[in-house]
C-alpha cells in the first residue's frame, strides 16, 4: 500500500469514529426539544442557542459518511501537491500528522458548537438566572480552546510541515 491508501483507510476509520460520536448528541437532542416546549414564549427564545449546540452530532453525521464515501476528494484536499509516496520517515510524520489533525477538528467541533451556544445562551437568559463571571470565563475559556483545537487540525491536515520540521531538527539522517 502507499501513502494515500493509508490515508484515506485512515479517513474512513475517522469517519465510523464520527458516526459513533453521534449517536449519544442525538439521544441528547430529544430532552433538549422536550425542555422547550416546557417554557413556552421563553423557551422560544432561547431555542436557537440551544439549536446551536445540538448541531454538533448533525456534524459528526455528515463528517462521518463524508469521510467514509468520499476519501479520495478528502485526500486531494489534504494533499493538494498528491504526494503518494511515504517512504522517508518525515513523510511518514506528516501522514500520522493529518490523521491527529482529523482526530482534533472531529473531537473539538462539538466542544465550540457548544461553548459558543452557552455564550448566546448567557446572553439571552435574564442576569438573576446567570451563574456569574466565572460561568462567563470557562465559556470563553471552553470556546478559545477548542477553537484553537479545530484551527490546530485543520493546519495539521492541510500542511504540518513545519511541525515536521521542527520534530526532525537536529537529526542528519530524515529516512
Sequence with gaps: MIG???FILGGKLFGVYCLVLAVPGLLSIVPAIIQINRQGAYGHGI??????????PLIYIVAGIYLLTRGEGFYRFSYP????DINATEEKLLLYLKMLGIYLVVNYIADFLTALSGIGFAMVVPVYMGEGIEKWFMLFTNLISSL?????GIYLIRDGRYVAKLAFKGLGDKS
Design 47 to 56: 431555542f436557537p442557542m440551544l439549536a446551536l449546540g445540538q448541531i454538533g
Design 4 to 6: 494515500k491508501d493509508y
Design 148 to 152: 484553537w483545537g479545530i484551527l490546530v
Design 81 to 84: 501537491e498528491g504526494n503518494g
